[in-house]
């Protein structure tokens, strides 16, 4: 997923790498148990309408998949 994210040619590529890296980094994060408050986060439109979570040190929504267009699309859906 990081080799695809720096070779994307596109915003479109390097998000979809995001979801790939956000994914992985979740499990890690979950086994690692850690030691500060972070939270993951789902947009429902995110990948053509499948969704997609990410991980997030604040509570309040900055959704990396759409950036300015839909900054605030989004819930907390777990807290780590």
């Not at 994210?5 to 499990?27: C, G, K, P, W, Y």
């Amino acid at each position: 997923a990081l080799e695809t994210a720096s070779s994307a040619t596109s915003i479109a590529q390097l998000r979809d790498s995001f979801n790939e890296i956000s994914e992985q980094l979740i499990v890690a994060v979950r086994n690692q148990s850690p030691d500060q408050q972070l939270f993951i986060q789902f947009c429902p439109m995110a990948k053509n309408g499948e969704g997609a979570r990410w991980l997030s040190d604040k509570e309040e929504i900055r959704n990396p998949y759409y950036g300015a267009m839909m900054l605030a699309c989004g819930r907390t859906v777990e807290e780590l």
